[in-house]
């Protein structure tokens, strides 16, 4: 079976590769032709990667996922929740998106956070949504060199490193994205 993911992100492309189903074939939006950006103008998570399954499949009629992420920190109501990638201007800097996170929580105590991750997959038979979530904590600082995003500042719980100092086997034990990943997979054994 091949899926086209609906990202133009190949960190994200190879975060998954793991977790999908022997005899699946996962795509990027290259390889179908597609460079626009797709719009991301709904406001939940559910929604913004619904409108993106749904926009990759009515161009190629091909069975699409997408995911949409986002960081939800507790002293900030929920923010930057939807607009995670974009939370600090539309340039999606990460490195800026940090920034202005640590500088919002600058003086707060309560650092909890979590980030959640939702799938949709659209096909000819029909859409499904998953969800992942992860809980922990915003740290102080900038820690470690590896993932993306905003993995340099979140501690899961139960941990004392910051995603972005552990191996992508290590995060893949724990994320959110995994764990969404993990019942998108078991979705896809059930009905291949």
Same mark, same amino acid.
């Given at each position: ?20 189903? &022997? ?18 103008? %709904? ?89 992942? %979530? ?38 893949? &034990? ?19």
């Amino acid at each position: 079976m091949t899926l086209i993911f609906a990202t133009g992100n190949p960190n994200k492309v190879h975060e998954i590769m793991a977790l999908v189903p &022997q005899g699946t074939k996962v795509i990027g939006l290259k390889e179908v032709g597609i460079v626009e950006d797709i719009p991301e103008e %709904e406001p939940t998570l559910e929604g913004n990667a619904l409108a993106k399954a749904r926009y990759v499949f009515e161009k190629t009629g091909m069975p699409c996922f997408a995911d949409d992420t986002g960081l939800e920190v507790k002293a900030l109501n929920g923010e930057p929740g939807v607009v995670s990638a974009r939370y600090a201007g539309p340039e999606k800097d990460p490195e800026k998106n940090m920034d202005l996170l640590l500088e919002n929580l600058s003086g707060t105590e309560d650092r909890s956070a979590r980030f959640r991750t939702v799938i949709a997959l659209v096909s000819g038979n029909g859409e499904w949504t998953f969800e992942g %979530e992860v809980k922990g904590r915003i740290s102080p600082t900038k820690r470690g060199e590896k993932g993306f995003g905003y993995d340099p500042i979140f501690v899961p719980e139960g941990e004392t490193r910051s995603f972005a100092e552990m191996t992508l086997d290590e995060k893949n &034990q724990m994320s959110h994205r995994a764990r969404a990943f993990r019942k998108f997979k078991r979705f896809l054994e059930d009905h291949s």
